[in-house]
């Protein structure tokens, strides 16, 4: 890539222009979202169940997701950070974006209210419920050498996991978007380092996502790679499946803010 030299002019210039941006943008965001979702988690309806999984410490898991049916991914054995990545089912080319996400919405706060866009400019995620807005959209999950070096050999990651479920999907390394990491207290202090900060979790911390198209969704629980707990101990992590439900007319997700509103608008076009 050819390095285009500009001058200090251009460079003002240039930002004076994001931040008008910027500033417009943040004109139609939201004032306040909900309050967290309260604990304990509210019992599901157990006719609503479709399918529930126990995903291992260390282990990963797919599925396929219809349109309208949830996502409840929970922590009712001890903390976990989930990493997540998804796709569209019918094509795959389509996949999850987390830059897209943050910069449509003007915050890597990912919380109730808010959702999660493809890179196509569509709503693949409305986050309907979540106890925590905990979690990592900027940093991404371990690897095989950030593992070795904090807990030594015979540790499973999240960049292995993500390839092994990607290669059962019959998608390749190339087709891994950049992983949403849930329950992951990451913050950026005025230095401009990555912190954990992990009073903002809570014991039994859950989310729930709202899938907007069908997807294939895939999931590891690995610990994050600023976990300060020097064992490698990640918790049993719940995830249930739940059956569709009509979302209400003035639903938060799809008209909190004018991007929320245009995502929707690119999925209904895509369905006609």
């Known amino acids: 890539m050819q390095h285009i030299k500009r001058s200090p002019e251009e460079i003002a210039a ?14 139609f965001a939201p004032k306040a979202l909900p309050a967290p979702s309260p604990l304990p988690a509210p019992p599901i309806d157990t006719a609503l169940i479709v399918h529930e999984e126990i995903i291992p410490g260390g282990w990963c898991w797919s599925t396929r997701i219809k349109s309208g049916e949830t996502l409840r991914i929970a922590l009712q054995q001890g903390f976990s950070t989930v990493s997540l990545v998804a796709w569209n089912a019918a094509d795959t080319s389509e996949r999850l974006n987390l830059p897209d996400t943050v910069k449509m919405q003007w915050t890597t706060a990912l919380s109730k209210g808010r959702v999660i866009f493809s890179d196509m400019g569509r709503v693949m995620f409305s986050v309907t419920e979540d106890s925590s807005g905990a979690h990592d959209c900027l940093m991404g999950g371990s690897t095989a050498a950030s593992n070795l070096a904090r807990y030594g050999e015979g540790t499973r990651n999240t960049r292995d996991n993500l390839v092994l479920l990607t290669t059962k999907a019959g998608l390749d390394r190339r087709d891994i978007p950049a992983a949403l990491s849930l329950f992951a207290p990451v913050r950026v202090d005025q230095d401009g380092k990555f912190v954990w900060k992990p009073d903002l979790l809570h014991e039994g911390d859950y989310i729930e996502l709202r899938a907007e198209m069908d997807m294939i969704v895939g999931l590891s629980n690995c610990p994050h790679p600023l976990d300060p707990n020097p064992d490698y101990r990640p918790n049993l992590v719940t995830v ?17 803010t004018a991007e929320a509103a245009r995502g929707f608008e690119n999925n209904a076009l895509a369905a006609i």
Do not use: F, M, S
């Open 14 to 27: 240039n930002r004076a222009r994001y931040e008008e941006h910027q500033r417009k943008g943040l004109e």
């Open 240 to 256: 249930t499946r739940i059956g569709a439900l009509e979302p209400i007319a003035d639903d938060l997700c799809r008209t909190a």
